[in-house]
């Protein structure tokens, strides 16, 4: 007996209506999976977006909260950045994926094999005519320089250097001061205060502190947003009054500070608000203001009869390099630092001593006080073997010394020196190298500042407010202590 013959009427209607049911769902299914398909296939074919990242920005972060007291502002676009507490701090820490590269590119790895066409120290390949800086010329570092940025590089750094292990914490003591003296609207100082902020920025990018810094972070900022409302108010202008005939001094350090702090944060992948754009006026000012001398002088004077000094032109020199890093269009840039170098090699003497007007020491200094200005000005633009850094070298290595109680306490004039033996390396460097790390962490005081030098002596410096006993005087000497023992992490030295 068949299987059918045995089944009712109903239960051969029920199997009727299951298989309708199931054709009408296959088909359906054959239909969407048809969709589906055309739709990946559509979408596999369509050309795709590249990928974009958008910039953290400071001020989305912290629209809610309030403003620090006493904070300058300007109407802009997008508000300025207030001062961001813990949580804010950890939120942009979160929202920061991009790896550090920093774009400090040693100038001391390059030599330049003599003046010709192309111009010295603007970067292999570069093809910079007097309409400014090409596109955006931005390279991360190599990876060698990006050691400044964990505490383990950063005790390898000066273990390369030959500097004690211990160097490291003096260098956090005076950011810690740094950080309990910072006023209220993220300056430093009473008087001099765009350069006194300047000098505690650089410290602080020294070793490796930026805006999301986990001590310094807040600190960090606030520097950044003071200098920055500064030249947002003033067109560039990094200081509020220009009657004052010193100010390109406070104008070349705060650019240098907000150049590279600029470059840092960009690496970062942080838009901190108005910084570039204020970057790009301020070095172009410096450029404009360029004595016809090939120097820096006064008040930006450009045909005045002075003409200009090595002192001032050394931070100009400085100040643009940084700019250049940024990768910002500066017009006229190469024919600027061409004519820089011109002036700071006319004021070298025969002997190797840098000069200061001429090739003669300026006033009570202790010899040829600048011979680093004028050192490190070569180095910064790719002349590191260059015959005046020989020359220099020479003569700083018998006739300069630094002790801390006595008359040869010039801190401002071992600024420099520091930075341009270091670069040279070898022998130079091993013989200079106690002068600084001996001389400088036994005097530090608990606080993280250094006391006044000198022992009681008149310093043989010309302007020594590093040596005057006052808030001022102590804040100047600790962040040029703190920037001379910060040397190992900034550079390398040169290979010979």
């Known amino acids: ?220 900022l606030n520097a950044i947003t003071f200098l920055t409302d500064t030249g947002m108010k003033h067109d560039g202008r990094l200081v509020a009054d220009t009657g004052e005939r010193h100010w390109p001094y406070e104008q070349a350090i705060a650019t240098y500070a907000l150049a590279e702090a600029e470059s840092f944060h960009r690496a970062l992948a942080i838009h901190l608000p108005g910084l570039r754009d204020v970057v790009g006026k301020a070095g172009q000012l410096i450029i404009d203001g360029q004595h016809e001398s090939g120097g820096w002088d006064y008040a930006y004077e450009t045909e005045g009869p002075r003409g200009g000094d090595l002192s001032i032109t050394g931070w100009q020199l400085q100040a643009l390099k940084a700019c250049k890093l940024t990768g910002l269009d500066f017009r006229h840039l190469r024919r600027c630092v061409r004519d820089g170098l011109d002036y700071v090699g006319e004021r070298q003497a025969a002997d190797g001593g840098f000069g200061y007007q001429s090739t003669r020491p300026a006033g009570d200094a202790a010899g040829a006080s600048l011979t680093g200005v004028g050192m490190l000005s070569y180095q910064i633009w790719a002349q590191a073997a260059a015959a005046p850094v020989r020359k220099g070298e020479r003569y700083a290595a018998g006739k300069l010394r630094f002790e801390w109680d006595g008359p040869e306490c010039d801190l401002y004039a071992h600024y420099y020196l520091s930075q341009a033996m270091f670069r040279r390396g070898g022998d130079t460097w091993e013989s200079y190298r106690p002068q600084i790390f001996d001389v400088l962490m036994p005097r530090q005081a608990d606080d993280g500042s250094w006391p006044v030098p000198g022992g009681g002596a008149k310093p043989r410096a010309v302007g020594a407010l590093f040596a005057d006993d006052t808030p001022d005087g102590r804040h100047y000497r600790t962040t040029l202590a703190a920037l001379m023992l910060e040397v190992p992490y900034r550079y390398l030295p040169m290979s010979r």
């Not at 066409?117 to 910079?128: C, I, K, R, T």
Request: aromatic share 4%.
């Open 1 to 220: 007996m068949s299987l059918h013959a045995r089944m009712s009427p109903a239960a051969r209607a029920a199997i009727t209506r299951q298989r309708r049911s199931a054709r009408a769902a296959s088909l359906l299914a054959g239909i969407l999976g048809t969709v589906l398909l055309s739709l990946g296939l559509a979408l596999f074919f369509l050309p795709r977006p590249e990928a974009t990242t958008r910039p953290v920005r400071l001020h989305d972060l912290y629209q809610d909260k309030p403003d620090l007291p006493d904070m300058p502002r300007v109407p802009t676009t997008a508000s300025t950045p207030a001062a961001p507490g813990a949580p804010s701090m950890r939120h942009l820490r979160a929202h920061t994926s991009a790896p550090l590269s920093l774009p400090e590119v040693d100038p001391s790895d390059v030599v330049n094999p003599g003046v010709g066409e192309s111009f010295p120290g603007v970067g292999v390949g570069d093809d910079l005519g007097d309409a400014g800086m090409q596109g955006d010329d931005f390279q991360p570092i190599p990876t060698g320089l990006r050691k400044r940025c964990t505490a383990a590089d950063r005790l390898d750094r000066l273990q390369q250097a030959g500097a004690p292990a211990e160097a490291d914490e003096h260098v956090l003591r005076a950011l810690r001061f740094l950080k309990s003296t910072q006023a209220a609207d993220g300056g430093w100082g009473r008087r001099h205060r765009s350069a006194m902020t300047g000098l505690a920025l650089l410290a602080y990018l020294g070793h490796c502190e930026t805006a999301i810094s986990e001590e310094f972070g807040e600190s960090c």
